[in-house]
């Protein structure tokens, strides 16, 4: 972290996105292209069909995969060296290994080094790798925190009534645990489709056809080459490209991490909302200060960090979603510069979750709050009792409840006097006369069955 940072993901935010350096910086783009570079060579090696490259001792093999192991910022610099010479990236990882194989016994494989690839074959199998890992790795267990964490309230809490507000209007009564456990439906479903994702890449050579490797070889058989060394890496082969791989399933994900983004913000804004209506109490946190000039002041800042990192978050991956699936014939470069931001578009959300989470920790029901609104919401009983009088025939039954309650409080006495005045069977008289505001839930304590 630098405070001369051009952005707060390195600045300000730099503590909680650091865990995703390994997966999104420059870094990491150089060690998965150095990864994908070494088990091709390996899998050449290991297939007798390459007859010009010979197997590799198992000495010779974790030496291999140990470039990858000890990767460090002094081996990417020296590519970084590089790179200023060839003044292209893929190149200069090439030349690197070139130069840390030909010091030891590997010197006559070195022109087995990027066989027939073209950069692109490298690229997008190490986004592809880096996506997967980053979100499994990092964005995923910590948005399942946060989805656990509500779990947990919704549980908690689910028998608490609270006022609802359609139109942002009182409205008839549901628990608050009812409430949370939408929000975590919600994101189970977006989860399981994050999950459940494919990462597809590509390695078919400089148009998708294999036209120097079948030159070369023949009589391999490079679909099926290719197709298991990209499932090797955990990938999902993509048998027809152009040179680069068409990037839909990046939107794909992409369009997932934004729905629940989405549901983030719906979260969030409900939350603050809650906050202010007093539904929800704010911890103070010693030391800690709400405003400059109000001392009184305990701010949900959390909820409003979260907020904006959303559609920080949103824009990127929006953006590249509608962007990286689109490339001119054969290939444009416009893709390659979209790609590095892809650790920008998912820092922010995950930096979203950290807040979200954060604002949990420091929030807590307010149930005397809770009560004291809904016993001043005797109208929203009207909606009982004008469905139970329409069981029983009673015309207009709508209208006479309107012409009490709509857009006027009501007090428990006045609601009580007209169910006295209606003729309704004495079981269901009894039961609208015991009714209260926070009885009145329905089975909303029961729906939590669902996020179990």
């Not at 459940?196 to 400089?206: C, D, I, R, T, V």
């Not at 993509?238 to 989405?262: C, G, K």
């Not at 913000?265 to 209506?277: E, G, K």
């Not at 978050?313 to 590095?340: C, G, Y």
Request: hydrophobic fraction near 40%; aromatic fraction near 8%.
């Amino acid at each position: 972290m630098s405070i001369k940072s051009l952005t707060p993901l390195e600045g300000r935010y730099g503590t909680i996105t650091q865990p995703l350096g390994n997966y999104f910086s420059e870094w990491a783009l150089i060690k998965y292209r150095i990864h994908v570079e070494v088990e091709w060579l390996i899998a050449m090696a290991s297939n007798p069909a390459f007859a010009e490259i010979r197997p590799f001792t198992s000495e010779e093999t974790t030496f291999l995969r140990n470039i990858v192991k000890t990767f460090d910022e002094t081996a990417a610099l020296r590519i970084k060296e590089i790179e200023r010479t060839t003044n292209h990236d893929v190149k200069a990882v090439e030349y690197f290994l070139r130069e840390t194989l030909g010091a030891m016994s590997l010197a006559d494989v070195l022109e087995f080094i990027h066989f027939s690839c073209t950069s692109e074959d490298i690229n997008n199998l190490s986004y592809a790798l880096m996506l997967k890992h980053g979100i499994e790795e990092v964005w995923l267990p910590t948005a399942e925190n946060l989805v656990q964490t509500v779990t947990d309230m919704a549980k908690e809490e689910k028998a608490i009534p609270m006022l609802a507000h359609t139109h942002g209007q009182a409205a008839s009564p549901t628990t608050v645990g009812k409430e949370l456990a939408v929000f975590v439906y919600r994101w189970n479903r977006q989860l399981k489709q994050i999950r459940s994702q494919e990462y597809l890449g590509k390695f078919n050579g400089a148009v998708g056809n294999f036209n120097a490797h079948s030159i070369a070889y023949p009589e391999i058989d490079w679909e099926s080459v290719s197709r298991s060394f990209v499932e090797s890496l955990g990938l999902t082969y993509n048998p027809l490209t152009t040179q680069i791989e068409s990037h839909d399933y990046v939107a794909e994900s992409f369009h997932a991490l934004t729905r629940f983004n989405n549901i983030l913000l719906d979260f969030d804004r409900d939350m603050w909302l809650y906050i202010s209506l007093g539904y929800f109490k704010q911890k103070a946190i010693a030391g800690e200060v709400g405003s400059s000039t109000m001392p009184h002041k305990v701010n949900p800042i959390d909820f409003e960090n979260s907020e904006a990192n959303l559609g920080l978050s949103n824009a990127v991956l929006d953006h590249l979603a509608n962007k990286l699936p689109i490339s001119r014939l054969q290939r444009d470069l416009s893709d390659s510069s979209a790609q590095r931001n892809i650790g920008t578009g998912i820092a922010h959300s995950h930096i979203a979750i950290t807040y979200t989470l954060k604002g949990l920790r420091k929030t807590v029901v307010n149930e005397e709050a809770l009560a004291a609104n809904l016993n001043h919401a005797w109208e929203v009983l009207s909606e009982a009792v004008q469905t139970v009088m329409r069981k029983h025939g009673h015309a207009n039954s709508y209208d006479k409840l309107k012409a009490i309650t709509r857009g006027k409080g009501i007090s428990e006495e006045d609601i009580k006097a007209f169910i006295e005045s209606v003729e309704l069977p004495e079981a269901d008289k009894k039961r609208l006369l015991a009714l209260t505001p926070s009885q009145y839930v329905g089975v909303a304590a029961s729906l939590i069955k669902h996020i179990m």
